[in-house]
């Protein structure tokens, strides 16, 4: 059973920064894109920010400059680097990935973690 375990999130104060971390496990073959997401109340989900194997990243216009995408393969993580937080990027954010995985036989499909609140406010 592959699984997405989000951590990182909390309370910060507006200019503050976080860094969430996102670890995938289970009977794992490879890792393609991984990825983050984020909903706020009453909003769709969006793409904050997405990184492919190879290291190419790719950012909503809303948090270039201010976050920052990074992956390590060997541990099978993605981590989303928050700089210069504003209220606006309150939300429960979501950690993806397209993983290839052994689940009652080969098969390659997109996994979801729990989500983890990141509340901006002073």
């Known amino acids: 059973q592959v699984k997405l375990v989000e951590s990182g999130g909390g309370l910060v104060q507006p200019g503050g920064s976080l860094r969430l971390s996102c670890a995938a496990s289970?009977?794992?073959?490879?890792?393609?894109?991984m990825g983050w997401y984020r909903q706020a109340p009453g909003k769709q989900r969006d793409l904050v920010a997405e990184i492919t194997s190879g290291g190419s990243t790719n950012y909503a216009d809303s948090v270039k400059g201010r976050f920052t995408i990074s992956r390590d393969n060997a541990k099978k993580t993605v981590y989303l680097q928050m700089n210069s937080l504003e209220p606006e990027d309150t939300a429960v954010y979501y950690c993806?990935?397209?993983?290839?995985?052994?689940?009652?036989?080969?098969?390659?499909?997109?996994?979801w973690g729990q989500g983890t609140q990141v509340t901006v406010s002073s």
């Open positions: 289970g009977s794992i073959i490879s890792i393609n894109t």
């Open positions: 993806n990935a397209d993983i290839f995985a052994w689940d009652g036989g080969p098969r390659n499909r997109d996994y």
